[in-house]
Structure formats: C-alpha cells, structure tokens
C-alpha cells in the first residue's frame, strides 16, 4: 500500500537531518517522500538537495507559510495513505510498515493516531505516554480535543486514508496556525479516529522555542475555529479552571468505547476492537510523577 508523507520545512537545522533520516530509513518499498522548503537560508535546502535522490519531489522556493506548503505537497502525492512529519520530529523505526500494515489489514479504518512520545532538545526520547487513549468521535468534531479541555491530536502520529482527504477537501487554508486542528474536526465529521497502541512519531519540545503551537497565534485560531462549534458540557470548565490538575481529572473521568488496535503479547497480528478508555493519555502513576517533576522545577 502507498503511502503519500510530506515534509514542509524552512530553516529547520540541525533537525531536519533527524526527520529525514527518520524517514528514509523506513526503507519502505512504496514510499512518495515529498519535501517542500521555503526558501531556506541556514543550510537547510543545501542538505536537502543532496538527500533529494531519496525524495520523489523536492522543491525550495517562497511559499505563503507551513500550511501552504504541506497543501502544495500534498497536491504531488499519489499514495492510498497520506500523513506529514515536520522538519524537527522523527518517526519511528517502524512506523510505515505498522502504518501501511494496519491500513492494509482493517478497510474500515479511514485514519489512525499513535500513543504520544516526545523528543527532547538532545534528541532523547524522554516520554511516551502510556495508555491508547479514546477518542470520541462528537468530541473531535466539536473541537474539544484542545489546550484546556482535553489536549491536542498529535499530528506527527496520525495517518489517514487519501478518500477521507478528498471528502473533506484538504487543509483549508485560511487557517495560518491551526490548519491541523481544523482537519481533525472536519475528519470527525466523517469518520471515526482509531487509536494504536504503539508510538508511531515522536515530538520534538524545544521549550520557548517550539515552532508547532506559535503561541497566543495558535490559540486565538482555535478560538475562532470554535465559535460554530458545541461548546462542552457545562461542568467541564469547573474543573479546568483547576488548572493542570483540573485539566487531568477531567480526562481521567471520560471514558468512551471506541476502536483501538493493539498487537497481542502472543501471535505475530494487530488486532482490532472497541474497548472502554479514558480520553486521557496519562495514567495516575505518570500524572503523580509530572506533578512532582512541576513541583521541584518550579
């Protein structure tokens, strides 16, 4: 099965080698890589182009900002399955054969998420989040998987079938920050995200400097992306006015049955059901560990 990866990156080094070769050492036999760069200036488009044999389209040129060129990207590929990586995270070492795997296997999947894992600036993989967690499909499509509420879709680890992309008609590109945001709600409301209980990328946190949320720019997109949707249950906000803690026991308390597919202890298969999950993705062992972490930094 093809699948279709774009990379949009400018001025990403030292990280984008990490992406790249995180990419290309998949060694996947059907793969479209397509890099998109805009313009850049610290040595980024010279190590692209001599990586661009393993690409199947590189261009560098202007472009009007990240979305712009994913969507231009995305318009050369021709894989069954579709997905980006940013020029800092870094999938894992099996992430398209699991990927291409699962798709294959389950025709009624239409797109998939992995369990959260994040870099750090040392390119240390310092958290993978333990539980697969559920995500309801009226929640995804009402926006609530958010800053505040029940925290975001990791776009690094999601993957979704070419049909569901042209049903929904790509990225909308009014959106300058919260372009992925705006995709899952949209793909909710025709289809029902599928949890897999393994990583499939990781995050990179750069602290002050992390390029994925841009800051108040994101959350004021968010914002307005919301205004024509539900707003949640009346007594969420008395706990997320909790702050952190709040935030974690409200996503502890959700529990919904939905699909998630896991790989058995025994027997070389993925396996795909529906089971009851919190929408959280800590367990109270890693929750009571971040607390004291938060509690000896601060």
């Given at each position: ?5 774009v990379?949009?990156?400018r ?7 990490e ?19 805009g ?27 990240q ?15 579709m ?18 795997r ?13 369990i ?18 559920s ?13 505040g509420?029940?925290g975001?879709?990791m ?16 990225l ?16 909710a ?32 997109e ?12 009346v ?5 997320t006015?909790?702050g ?39 367990d109270l ?7 004291r ?6």
């Amino acid at each position: 099965m093809k699948i279709s990866l774009v990379t949009a990156v400018r001025n990403a080094m030292p990280w984008v080698t990490e992406t790249v070769r995180s990419v290309v050492a998949q060694d996947y036999p059907d793969l479209d890589y397509i890099v998109i760069d805009g313009a850049s200036s610290d040595g980024t488009r010279e190590f692209l182009d001599s990586r661009s044999e393993a690409f199947t389209h590189f261009v560098s040129e202007p472009d009007q900002g990240q979305y712009h060129a994913i969507a231009k990207g995305m318009q050369q590929a021709s894989g069954d399955i579709m997905g980006w990586i940013n020029g800092d995270d870094v999938l894992m070492p099996w992430t398209l054969q699991v990927v291409g795997r699962i798709f294959r296997e389950f025709p009624a999947v239409d797109w998939i998420t992995g369990i959260p894992a994040y870099l750090n600036a040392a390119s240390e993989c310092f958290l993978i989040a333990p539980i697969a967690a559920s995500y309801p499909r009226n929640y995804l499509a009402s926006g609530w998987f958010r800053e505040g509420l029940l925290g975001y879709l990791m776009q690094e680890n999601t993957f979704w079938r070419r049909s569901l992309w042209e049903k929904v008609g790509g990225l909308d590109l009014q959106w300058q920050w919260a372009g992925d945001f705006d995709l899952w709600v949209r793909f909710a409301g025709h289809a029902e995200l599928t949890a897999v209980a393994t990583p499939l990328a990781a995050f990179r946190v750069r602290g002050q400097d992390n390029r994925s949320r841009q800051g108040t720019a994101y959350a004021d997109e968010i914002r307005r992306r919301c205004t024509s949707l539900p707003n949640p249950p009346v007594w969420w906000p008395f706990l997320t006015r909790l702050g952190k803690p709040g935030e974690a026991l409200l996503r502890m308390l959700l529990w919904s049955r939905t699909p998630v597919i896991a790989h058995a202890l025994t027997g070389n298969r993925w396996q795909l059901i529906r089971s009851r999950r919190p929408v959280s993705r800590n367990d109270l062992p890693r929750l009571l560990l971040e607390h004291r972490l938060r509690r000896t930094h601060d």
